[in-house]
């Protein structure tokens, strides 16, 4: 396997002591590589501690096994309910009432509930997927912010009753949303017994205010700008991949995610013009509610009145098939769009694992080179130093090659179970997607035959 790195893909690497804290004189022959300094990367970021200890950090080495195989044998099942909305004004928020049920024994009762806030949901967020994205796990991406749509509840008058709902369109969406994304995280056999996402579960206390979730702050913009330079770093490095199955996966992976968003975005024209078609229906019913009224023929407004009844039925269903359109798939699609680019996060820190691994080998190279200068020239005062630093970035890239080894076997892992859900959810959901359009022209057709008779009696 062969890598080019440049100036560009260097920045991947900074924050590394390349001579290990050892400070070289000008008078010293050996051959410094400049690295770009970064104050987002340390050491630890670079030569990181293998996916087997940091999963060991979190989890007892008891329930280690029984975490890593799934068999089925628990379940874990999370209800997102009772919206409601507390302060009052610009400071004002929303919370949603949390309940769990399950049999997980690191869990220490079989059902509770609790109160979270949005900021509360992206904070576990960022805590699950800053451990464990870098072990090649894929993480469920959280709901994105919207903050028309949080404005207008923060100006909204306070609710009368406490745990009374927010009659909002949007506050549905969102709650559904954030259901779906907990059950989603819940499912994962390794993240669902994580400490921190069981305390976000279990936990009757308000949780430590996540620092990085407003929609505009100096994090936000670092985060961006941090994206900016992640996506610089993909164009720029170059990778010649010698195992054909991530060849595949990720032109696979990119080929799903191409027709998805297409997929969505046909959804989405779907929706809308099912929720126009709705409100035509409901004019259509008003319009021949009138003219029923003025009609003389008493046959004739009869049938009128009865189709006006018809068509406002309809309008009900008509608004229904637009919410099956909305939230069975185009809401689920949605998902999986964030879910694929959850793949791809892991596919690039693989790459990053093998930039660290390259040019820990590069360091080591020169390493000797200068150890072999030393030995030419006599240098017996710099002798104990060349080996001792030879020897430290043999451990290095030792590290980093198993890093890169263990990241990659991972995300073998990950993807297989991601492909046996996927297949699952899709099939499930379009089963149940295609019963419920049925269902509700099964009552189109009852509607309108019922209307028959009413029609046929006009003289």
């Known amino acids: 396997m062969s890598v080019e790195v440049n100036a560009e893909s260097q920045k991947e690497f900074t924050d590394v002591d390349i001579n290990n804290g050892v400070s070289l004189g000008e008078d010293d022959e050996e051959e410094e590589i400049q690295v770009p300094h970064n104050n987002n990367q340390t050491e630890n970021d670079m030569f990181p501690i293998t996916p087997t200890d940091d999963i060991h950090r979190h989890i007892s080495n008891s329930n280690l096994q029984e975490i890593m195989t799934d068999n089925g044998d628990y379940f874990i099942e999370i209800i997102i309910s009772e919206p409601q909305k507390v302060g009052d004004g610009i400071s004002s928020y929303l919370a949603y009432k949390v309940t769990t049920k399950t049999n997980i024994p690191k869990y220490q009762r079989n059902e509770f509930s609790t109160l979270r806030r949005f900021s509360d949901f992206l904070g576990i967020h960022d805590l699950l997927a800053g451990k464990y994205t870098r072990l090649g796990k894929i993480i469920p991406p959280a709901p994105s912010k919207n903050i028309i749509g949080s404005t207008k509840v923060k100006m909204s008058p306070q609710q009368t009753e406490p745990g009374s709902a927010v009659n909002l369109e949007w506050v549905e969406t969102r709650r559904a949303a954030l259901q779906r994304?907990?059950?989603?995280?819940?499912?994962?056999?390794?993240?669902?017994?994580?400490?921190?996402?069981?305390?976000?579960?279990?936990?009757?206390?308000?949780?430590?205010?996540a620092v990085n979730t407003s929609t505009i702050s100096g994090a936000g913009v670092m985060r961006f700008f941090n994206k900016v330079g992640e996506t610089v770093n993909k164009m720029t490095y170059k990778m010649d991949e010698n195992d054909?199955?991530?060849?595949?996966?990720?032109?696979?992976?990119?080929?799903?995610?191409?027709?998805?968003?297409?997929?969505?975005?046909?959804?989405?024209?779907?929706?809308?013009?099912?929720?126009?078609?709705?409100?035509?229906?409901?004019?259509?019913?008003?319009?021949?509610?009138?003219?029923?009224?003025?009609?003389?023929?008493?046959?004739?407004?009869?049938?009128?009145?009865?189709?006006?009844?018809?068509?406002?039925?309809?309008?009900?269903?008509?608004?229904?098939?637009?919410?099956?359109?909305?939230?069975?798939?185009?809401?689920?699609?949605?998902?999986?769009?964030?879910?694929?680019?959850?793949?791809?996060?892991?596919?690039?820190?693989?790459?990053?694992?093998?930039?660290?691994?390259?040019?820990?080998?590069?360091?080591?190279?020169?390493?000797?080179?200068?150890?072999?200068?030393?030995?030419?020239?006599?240098?017996?005062?710099?002798?104990?130093?060349?080996?001792?630093?030879?020897?430290?970035?043999?451990?290095?890239?030792?590290?980093?090659?198993?890093?890169?080894?263990?990241?990659?076997?991972?995300?073998?892992?990950?993807?297989?179970?991601?492909e046996l859900n996927r297949v699952r959810e899709f099939k499930a959901n379009i089963v149940k997607y295609i019963e419920d359009q049925m269902a509700h022209q099964q009552q189109i057709i009852t509607y309108w035959e019922a209307f028959v008779p009413s029609a046929r009696d006009i003289n």
């Open 181 to 209: 994304y907990v059950n989603r995280t819940a499912q994962h056999p390794l993240l669902r017994v994580d400490l921190d996402f069981i305390n976000f579960l279990e936990s009757d206390q308000e949780l430590p205010r």
């Open 244 to 418: 054909p199955w991530f060849d595949e996966k990720i032109t696979e992976v990119e080929n799903l995610d191409a027709n998805l968003q297409k997929l969505h975005s046909a959804l989405k024209s779907l929706v809308t013009t099912r929720k126009e078609l709705s409100a035509l229906t409901g004019l259509v019913a008003k319009s021949a509610a009138m003219l029923s009224t003025c009609e003389e023929h008493t046959g004739l407004s009869r049938a009128l009145s009865n189709l006006a009844d018809v068509e406002e039925k309809i309008e009900i269903l008509r608004s229904e098939q637009a919410n099956s359109d909305f939230f069975i798939l185009s809401e689920f699609v949605k998902d999986y769009l964030g879910l694929f680019g959850a793949i791809k996060c892991v596919f690039h820190e693989r790459v990053k694992a093998f930039q660290n691994w390259q040019f820990a080998q590069l360091q080591l190279s020169k390493r000797r080179e200068n150890r072999g200068r030393f030995e030419l020239s006599n240098r017996t005062d710099k002798m104990e130093q060349a080996h001792q630093e030879v020897s430290e970035w043999q451990i290095k890239v030792q590290r980093c090659q198993q890093q890169f080894d263990d990241i990659s076997a991972e995300i073998k892992k990950e993807m297989e179970r991601f």
